[in-house]
């Protein structure tokens, strides 16, 4: 199996050792998206605001990353959400909604203890054609 890195600019760099995505030429083509945080691409900064603006900025990277492969929303099979607090999953799953208006994705959201640079969510994605 043969694996190519997707990289853009359109999207923050990576904060450590690994790639933005990760597409396989199996059979059917699975994209594997690492965890996208709220880091705006033009400053590779943190954006600063709530939860709703960290979500609404890791759509945008995601979708940067998704378009960067030649995917979209619709190819999307599998996401999963971390959350710094549950308390902010309807807000979270709110901005999420407005990307899967029909067929969404399996998906599980989980709490956990702390996420990189102290962010309050962080999603990752697998995507097929």
């Known amino acids: 199996m043969k694996k190519t890195v997707i ?3 359109q999207a923050p760099l990576p904060i450590g050792p690994y790639s933005q995505a990760i597409e396989t030429s ?3 083509g699975l994209l594997f ?3 996208q945080i709220a880091i705006d691409p033009a400053t590779n ?3 600063e605001g709530d939860v709703k603006a960290e979500a609404e900025q890791i759509m945008k990277n995601l979708a940067q990353i998704l ?3 030649g995917y ?3 190819h999307i099979v599998k996401t999963s959400i971390f959350l710094r607090d549950m308390a902010d999953f309807a807000v979270v799953n709110e901005v999420y909604g407005a990307y899967f208006e029909a067929n969404p994705p399996a998906r599980e959201t989980v709490a956990v203890v702390g ?3 102290n962010v309050r969510v962080e ?3 697998i995507a097929t054609k």
């Open 33 to 35: 998206v690492s965890g």
């Open 7 to 9: 990289h853009t600019e």
């Open 123 to 125: 999603i990752s994605v």
């Open 67 to 69: 378009k960067k492969a």
């Open 45 to 47: 900064e943190l954006i």
């Open 72 to 74: 979209g929303f619709e």
């Open 115 to 117: 996420l990189p640079k």
């Open 26 to 28: 199996s059979a059917q």
